[in-house]
């Protein structure tokens, strides 16, 4: 028989209430007063009608990054079915992910469901179509730094640190080491369609498995974390695979692209880390690739619109 696992659960609002806990667990749970620094609690806008009606307000204070900032609250301390209850209890305009307390503590507390809406400080890792390759107006990536600096040029930053050839392998060994000058809120990686080619002369069934792209992506979600920013994945894009099939020395193939995106999106899913599927603006529109690989202008427009609304 399988015993229930504890979990650590970061509130400041009504949760820390034992009125409240008896009415959404049946007693009051252990609780402990906390601190998480860097963060402050705006209004976020509440879209479920559902919600509104309940609660008579359109709006909620939820977790956001704000450097020199900090919100007082407390730990609760959960079972299985408990954190399953809070589940439920919240709005899907948040969703809950990971942050590290004052304390050094890991836990879980509700965000903003849109990512990339509270972000002020981005860092974008990742392989060429994150670089921009191909597109003199800097790919997907410098969109969206021209629009996010353009909202706030004071307190908005975006460090695009994209390498052409990347595979995860890559990115997650070099990472570490580019966050703490930049002080990003948001690690933004886009990468895994490298992961997906193979070369020409290697035997069928060779490549990368699955769980080594989850290694590698739990050592990404572990650094974002160490440096007190929020993980976002951003998946592979579509590739023409007409035009891939001997693409300097390597073959890139649309299943091969599929399987790595359905691993990390599985992966993304299960650890309650951002996922922004990048596969569809493309698929099928093979005029928006330059060479079946690499979007050039209106093929990158396709990308940052896609990602800025999943994102924002």
Not at 94 to 99: E, F, W
Not at 266 to 281: F, R, S
Not at 285 to 290: A, D, M, P, S
Request: hydrophobic share 40%; aromatic share 6%; charged share 25%.
């Amino acid at each position: 028989m399988t015993g229930s696992r504890p979990h650590t659960l970061f509130s400041f609002g009504t949760l820390t209430d034992e009125r409240v806990q008896t009415t959404l667990f049946g007693r009051a749970v252990p609780t402990s007063a906390a601190s998480l620094a860097g963060y402050t609690t705006p209004p976020l806008p509440i879209t479920g009608p559902s919600v509104i009606a309940a609660g008579g307000l359109d709006v909620r204070p939820v977790l956001e990054r704000k450097l020199g900032a900090a919100v007082e609250g407390a730990v609760l301390r959960l079972t299985d079915q408990d954190l399953a209850a809070v589940d439920a209890h919240e709005v899907d305009d948040h969703a809950r992910r990971q942050v590290v307390l004052t304390s050094g503590e890991r836990v879980w507390a509700y965000l903003d469901a849109k990512p990339l809406r509270p972000a002020q400080r981005i860092v974008i890792v990742g392989d060429s179509i994150a670089y921009g390759r191909c597109d003199p107006r800097g790919g997907w990536a410098g969109r969206l730094a021209a629009a996010h600096i353009a909202r706030n040029e004071t307190a908005h930053r975006v460090f695009n640190l994209a390498i052409p050839g990347s595979h995860l392998s890559e990115v997650s060994e070099q990472t570490p080491a580019l966050l703490a000058p930049r002080r990003p809120d948001t690690l933004l990686v886009a990468a895994g369609l490298n992961d997906s080619a193979l070369p020409l002369t290697a035997p069928a069934g060779h490549g990368d498995e699955p769980e080594l792209i989850e290694d590698r992506l739990a050592a990404l979600a572990a650094t974002a974390l160490d440096h007190h920013a929020r993980l976002v994945v951003a998946g592979p894009t579509w590739i023409d695979e007409e035009r891939t099939l001997d693409y300097e020395g390597l073959r890139f193939t649309e299943a091969r692209a599929l399987a790595v995106r359905e691993v990390m999106r599985t992966w993304c899913d299960a650890n309650h880390i951002d996922y922004l599927d990048m596969w569809e603006p493309l698929r099928g529109r093979t005029g928006l690739l330059v060479d079946g690989v690499h979007p050039g202008h209106d093929g990158h427009e396709a990308l940052y619109r896609h990602l800025d609304a999943l994102g924002r």
